[in-house]
């Protein structure tokens, strides 16, 4: 049993790319818990979508041993996710340290996210190392980012690191500072058992692996559990550390960080933030901070051509088992059939779950376009919260639509405020406020609906900031707006998987805006198919398509069958990425134009 | 009825015309010695199999091109085949001005008692945008030609669409063609194939496709002024006098089986499909190397066969069969199509009886959608095709 004095937890924070995973592979290379032979790339990242899609979607975890001053410390690094989507994850897994290491490139400076992640990290009252990586790199300019830090978040520039992930620069330095910097964790070993579950991952030989923060007791093989939230009972079968492979341990006590196998079959059994305790003299009170995941955006997987229902279905269990932070419920329409409601925690989140449905169960998938949750105040007083357009109530039962908001914080240049300002304008954005980081470079705060930005915003951000723009943002509530429904109808049948909610002042535009897209994604067929946007019955924008009035080849149809059918069954293909709708085939770029928001 | 038809495929024309995309080559100065005997060769193969050849077709390209010996040697080898089978219809493929006596002698010896010429338009400046060789002239006297031979059966092709035609024109030309008295009239839209010169021009800007309006008035005009002088309609292309239709071309929408030999041929025997080398040279050496040469084979599925029957069949003015649809594949037209036929027909644009299913006139004007539509409606998941690649038959 590590004395509890020498024990340090602290999670590694910062911005996408700037070197997060490198840094971790060189922290776990330079105490020796991996070989260099052993050492894969970025060897904490161990999913393959994440490695392609270049960011961490699950917080992972090492235990080394350090020894400073001549005593040895055991050092527990946890992986903290970095995107915006995954906000209460990562404050779970700051929940589980005492400090953290934030990371800023050094030449870049500080992003919306560092910002972000730091925010949480002060709310969680840890201790924040500033360190400011990649200074090997030309055109490093370490001592102003430093002052950055400083400027934007309090931190004294001069209690900065300067690091380089790469070179291994600065690394003892590093090791210094995590032991002396970074508070012991505190925790009675004799109390009854708390354990924090900070991360949770499905292991196909083993079942659930819940890794957890000792905060409270002591925990061993064989115990009886009761983990405090969920109210489901265990029998421990074992725990470790991970350095970085899972390795058994014969016990884990307050302080520390570890795993716990407890015969869970399913992810969907386990909540993250959820406390373990003992069955028999366990704890009264679970640790506090805990929530259940919010899932705020949400879009439909119908089954394409070629996929049914139930093989969707199938998919969709086999994937929530392993990552249970999307939510799926059955929902129908007239348009596209019988399909799934999900939720996600953001865009990406939703973008991470299609992909991985597709590569792993080899469906395919007809989305529809993600919109936000709205709550809907009826005359009778009572609130109800739609997940999708199609749920509206009719109108005259409705004294208010309430749509949910945001705090966001961008960071650009300084050249680019005034067109983020018209940007920001048409998303219906209100600023709140303005921080010089430096000469160059301003953050300003915005509330924005989080319908407006959900989509594009960050693409758009990006363009019009060269690249340079960052954008990190925070739900805070639901707020009432002038708000309708659209609905689109193609040959005169309304498909709501089409429909969207706008504001009362963009509907004009946004109606006109998604007819004519429509009208170019869908192909002419063999009649004219009119294209209408209609609220409440009344039509506010038409387009049409032509109809072909010959589509016969009159020709030598002799006996070279082969090619022709050939050309059937490309045609075939193609229409594997369409939905029918009545006689109209609807490819599925249309269910994403619904999407666009029109300002370009 | 269950003989099978046989394809001869002559790879030669005088010149290759604009829109043509069958394989075939100028002959001018080759020698079609080679090839000719090759082709023998392939035919002397292919039917030595048991199967009863019931029509034959003689096409290309231009069969009357080959010099008198080659085509007197080719047509000494059909006469072979003629004699060993009950050859019912025996069609050769002809340009008006490539007709002369001495081949008609020797086509009439080996039992042709059918012919199919492209005379294509009535106008010269028509035939010049098509880059034929023949003069409208020629028509009549070809025809003429052949009757003196005793060829009691006539076809002759028509294409309408073609770049500055008028309905009115076409209209003429079609007045002129059935004045001739001829049996069987094919008309064709004009399509611009890849690769052709006609679809270069067009993507070049020189040609300006015919008006898809246009287009239609002119099938419309074909379909009422052929069925008022007692041409009936029995493919969406054509159109015969009564019991004239085309049983060879019948083969091949009937989804029988049917032998193909020479270059770029097709045949498909017990829904074994092959296709030749679409090359005289490689088809030579094919030849003479391996005994065959086929480019490609494959063997259909149930499933394969019965998107073909679809394809095929939905051409005919009778429709789908549905007693021969359930026979050779097993599967029920009713649930086959995703049960989409119901849709169409709600439509106007299927007509759905006991034993057929048939396209109406709507339907006919949007042919290759409809078909289109059930095929992809077709649930063909058994249907990956076993491809052999180019081994010997
Ligand atoms: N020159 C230099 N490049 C670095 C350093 N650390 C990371 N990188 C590079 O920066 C990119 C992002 O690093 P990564 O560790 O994947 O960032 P993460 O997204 O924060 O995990 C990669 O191309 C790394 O090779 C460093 O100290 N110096
Ligand atoms: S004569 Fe017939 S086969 Fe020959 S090039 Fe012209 S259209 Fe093609």
Redesign the pocket.
Known sequence: MTDQRLIRNFGIIAHIDHGKSTLADRILERSGAISKREMREQFLDDMDLEREMGITIKANRATVRHVHKGEEYMLNLIDTPGHVDFHYEVSRAMAACEGVLLLVDASQGVQAQTVANAYIATDANLEIIPVINKIDILGAHPDEVALEVEQVLGLAADEALFVSGKTGQGIDELFAAICERIPAPGGDRAAPLRALIYDAKSDPHRGIICHVRMVDGCIKRGDAIHMMRGGSDQIVTEVGKCTPKPTPMPDLSAGEVGYVLAGIKTLADVNIGDTITHEKHGATDPLPGYKTPQQMVYCDFYPGPGTTTQGLREAMERLWLNDSSFTYGPTSSDALGVGFRCGFLGLLHMKIIQERLERESDVSLVQTAPTVTYEIVLRTGEVVTILSPSQMPDPSHIEEIREPFCRASVIIPVDCVGTLMTLALERRGTQTGTEYLSKTRVMLRFEFPLGEIIYDFYDKLKSITRGYGTVDYEVTGFRAGQLVKMDILVNAVPVDALSIIVHRDKALFRGRRLVSRLRKEIERHQFEIPIQAAIGGKIIARETIKGFRKNVTAKCYGGDVTRKRKLLEKQKEGKKRMKQVGMVSIPQEAFMAVLDPGDD | MNGCGLYVHVPF?D???G??D?Y?VALKGRSAGPLVTRTIQELGLRTLGGAAIETVFVG???PTVLPIDDFRRLFAALDGVVGAHAVVEFTVEA?PATLDDQKLSVMTAAGVNRLSM?AQSWHVDELAALE?LHSPDDIAPGVAMARRHGIGNINLDLIFGIPGQTVQRWAESLRRTIDLGVEHIACYGLTYEPGTRLTAQRAAGRVTPCDDGIETDMYGVALETLAQNGYGQYEISNFARAGGACRHNMMYWRNRSYIGVGPSAAGCVNRRRYKNVADVAGYIRRMDADGMAEAESEHLTREMFAGEMLLMQLRLTDGLDVTAFRQATGLETGSAFGGRLDDFAERGLLRITEDGIALTWAGTLAADWVIAELYAAMDLSGAESQHVASAIG
Request: proline share 0%; glycine share 22%; hydrophobic share 5%.
């Open positions: 024309c010149s290759k015309c829109y043509c069958f075939s290309g390209g231009t340009n492209g034929r």
